[in-house]
């Protein structure tokens, strides 16, 4: 899949493309419902189906201090993309430029001079442009002038109402796990680089793939069962640690999945651990025994939750 960027000219051969608009964070089943749409219109057309998603989400301009909260990273969202069927994956680096624009400005310069789109495809209530004073209406209006039609999707709703992403966020916070994968379509996972630690998990039987969390949303503090996508494509279950360890001092916020049966060496590659089911919140112990006891207890717990996979 192709990765466009706004900042550079487009390739004359995604010109006149049909573009899905919007963040896109998750991907979720709304997401999808839109992603699909303009996949679909593109296939009828014979044109390139294009994605496009915001980066940084326009939150993280407006509200630099806001706490983490992002569901994917742009390499997960184009695998995603990827997956679904889109031919390009186009990201929008949302700056001040960009956000001080009037919405027919955004409209006429960005998805007709330099996008060339052909048909443009949002959810119902997507809004662009300075002030969010453009809308699905405007960009039919504005884009008429030169040949862009424009689609809306509605939202998709489960027995529970909209599903949406903050309705994911809100469950992992919870650790319900299972009710952000429903939603989702898959587990919620997090991808990044093993990272080297205090390999105080080696010393007890236990050495875990350490990941720093970065710009994701933080789960639920406390112990998962979960799956890791290995550097080989390989997927392992294994129990993971998300939090701080107050057993151990000081306090260090990590990732720290352990993986059954796994030996070999991490350090340095990239892995994505998929958070399946919430075990139980972190804890003190008073003694390493203790924890080294638990630990088992949650090792043999994932494995039973787990047994499906492998």
Not at 33 to 40: D, K, P, S
Not at 122 to 127: M, P, R, S
């Given at each position: 899949m192709i990765r466009l960027d706004n900042r550079e000219a487009i390739p004359e051969s995604m010109r006149g493309a049909i573009l899905a608009l919007g963040n896109f964070d998750g991907f979720h089943q709304g997401h999808q419902?839109?992603?699909?749409?303009?996949?679909?219109w593109a296939r009828e057309r014979g044109r390139p189906a294009i994605v496009a998603t915001f980066d940084p989400h326009p939150v993280r301009l407006f509200k630099p201090d806001a706490p983490a909260f992002r569901l994917t990273t742009l390499d997960q969202r184009q695998d995603l993309f990827e997956a679904a069927g889109a031919d390009a994956m186009l990201?929008?680096?949302f700056d001040r430029a960009m956000a001080s624009m009037e919405a027919a400005d955004w409209v006429e310069q960005v998805l007709g001079r330099q996008l060339g789109c052909a048909g443009v495809v949002?959810?119902?209530?997507?809004?662009?442009?300075?002030?969010r004073g453009g809308n699905p209406r405007v960009l039919c209006e504005v884009g008429a002038g030169f040949g862009l039609e424009g689609r809306t999707v509605g939202p998709v709703h489960d027995a529970e109402g909209v599903i949406s992403s903050s309705r994911i966020r809100d469950a992992l916070k919870l650790g319900e796990c299972e009710t952000a994968a429903r939603l989702l379509t898959r587990p919620f996972a997090a991808r990044g680089v093993v990272q080297h630690g205090g390999k105080l998990g080696r010393t007890i039987g236990f050495p875990t793939a350490n990941i720093n969390m970065n710009n994701y949303l933080r789960p639920r503090y406390g112990i998962y069962a979960v799956t890791g996508r290995m550097p080989d494509g390989r997927i392992l279950p294994g129990a993971a640690n998300m939090g701080v360890r107050p057993t151990f001092e000081p306090p260090i916020e990590l990732l720290e999945p352990y993986f059954f049966d796994f030996s070999g060496d991490l350090y340095g590659q990239e892995i994505e651990v998929a958070f399946h089911h919430f075990l139980r919140p972190e804890a003190k112990f008073d003694s390493l025994d203790a924890l080294v006891a638990q630990m088992r207890r949650d090792c043999d717990r994932a494995r039973e939750l787990l047994s499906h996979i492998g």
């Open positions: 419902a839109v992603v699909g749409e303009a996949i679909r990201v929008l680096h949002t959810g119902e209530d997507f809004t662009f442009g300075k002030g």
